[in-house]
T-cell receptor, first 116, second 115 residues
Framework: AQKVTQAQTEISVVEKEDVTLDCVYE???????LFWYKQPPSGELVFLIR??????QNEISGRYSWNFQKSTSSFNFTITASQVVDSAVYFC?????????????FGAGTILRVKS | DVKVTQSSRYLVKRTGEKVFLECVQD?????MFWYRQDPGLGLRLIYF???????EKGDIPEGYSVSREKKERFSLILESASTNQTSMYLCASSSPGQSMFNEQFFGPGTRLTVL
């Protein structure tokens, strides 16, 4: 069965601190994709990144970086020099093959609070 | 700009009422999804549709049905609303394109309260 675990329910940091959000996944598929989404207070999930199971290269986008390690089934997300606007709920998700389209299995989410 | 819209941001209904949640996307996407979001549980898939009039059950379809008569519109129906269906409902769409793992685009959500 596919499963995504985000063990951190809530994290609070002070602005400019670095913060890492953990994501551990389970799947028996050899081909899969991992995603991170951000849900700001407005409610709409915003896509951040997609990574396929064959590409373990880390990725950096501005203050955001992602560390994918198949050996530990983890896909962690780091925000460098956090800002108040980073306050949101962050979801990690695993895409699995199902029927005619991809289905996403989401973790429970991590609430990030960045204080000024 | 990519757009998924949902008919209501907030909805209050009474137990036993039939409830319709509407979702419209303007990206000509084949796939559409309905999720419910509850604290501590993340998003759980209720139903999805990969084409007009085609649908598949997700992980928690009990108490729900769906309708997709046009490509751009996907409706979630609560046949007889119950208090345990109080939740945030999120609609999403995606296009298989060259990859069946394309990202999903989400609407703003409908917060449904059943009294």
């Amino acid at each position: 069965a596919q499963k995504v675990t985000q063990a951190q329910t809530e994290i609070s940091v002070v602005e400019k601190e670095d913060v890492t959000l953990d994501c551990v996944y389970e799947t028996r598929d050899t081909t899969y994709y991992l995603f991170w989404y951000k849900q700001p207070p407005s409610g709409e999930l915003v896509f951040l990144i997609r990574r396929n199971s064959f590409d373990e290269q880390n990725e950096i986008s501005g203050r955001y970086s992602w560390n994918f390690q198949k050996s530990t089934s983890s896909f962690n997300f780091t925000i460098t020099a956090s800002q108040v606007v980073d306050s949101a709920v962050y979801f990690c998700a695993l895409s699995v093959v199902g029927g005619y389209g991809n289905k996403l299995v989401f973790g429970a989410g991590t609430i990030l609070r960045v204080k000024s | 700009d990519v757009k998924v819209t949902q008919s209501s941001r907030y909805l209050v209904k009474r137990t036993g009422e039939k409830v319709f949640l509407e979702c419209v996307q303007d990206m000509d996407h084949e796939n559409m999804f309905w999720y419910r979001q509850d604290p501590g549980l993340g998003l759980r898939l209720i139903y999805f549709s990969y084409d007009v009039k085609m649908k598949e059950k997700g992980d928690i379809p009990e108490g729900y049905s769906v309708s997709r008569e046009k490509k751009e519109r996907f409706s979630l129906i609560l046949e007889s609303a119950s208090t345990n269906q109080t939740s945030m409902y999120l609609c999403a769409s995606s296009s298989p394109g060259q990859s069946m793992f394309n990202e999903q685009f989400f609407g703003p959500g409908t917060r449904l309260t059943v009294l």
